[in-house]
Nanobody, 126 residues
């Protein structure tokens, strides 16, 4: 059974920081890109960031979080992290981690991911 379990969400003040974790287990064999998406009430799920597992690893970020968020992964622990700094009220959303087989060269579309966590709530208050 594949499981992606997010943790680390919570309530934080504007300008504060949080670190989200996503522990993956039971993934079938293969090389996966790990990504983070978020969804606010009444809005579409949007791409946040992704990290490949290729020899020449790469990361990509949505413009809205570039310079503030950092994705990283610990392959030994099958865990991916999202460090969020300088948080804004607009960052309030449920954050989801996702895993997808590494096809293609871009990974910013939800349809490219095969497995999803249940999400963790991040609330940024002013």
């Amino acid at each position: 059974q594949v499981q992606l379990v997010e943790s680390g969400g919570g309530l934080v003040q504007v300008g504060g920081s949080l670190r989200l974790s996503c522990a993956a287990s039971g993934l079938p064999g293969g090389r996966y890109v790990m990504g983070w998406f978020r969804q606010a009430p009444g809005k579409e799920r949007e791409f946040v960031t992704a990290h490949t597992a290729r020899t020449w690893s790469s990361t990509t970020y949505a413009d809205s979080v570039k310079g503030r968020f950092t994705i990283s992964r610990d392959n030994a622990k099958n865990t991916v992290y999202l460090q969020m700094n300088s948080l804004k009220p607009e960052d309030t959303a449920v954050y989801y981690c996702a895993a997808g087989l590494e096809y293609g060269s871009t990974f910013n579309f939800a349809r490219q991911y095969n497995y999803w966590g249940q999400g963790t709530q991040v609330t940024v208050s002013s």
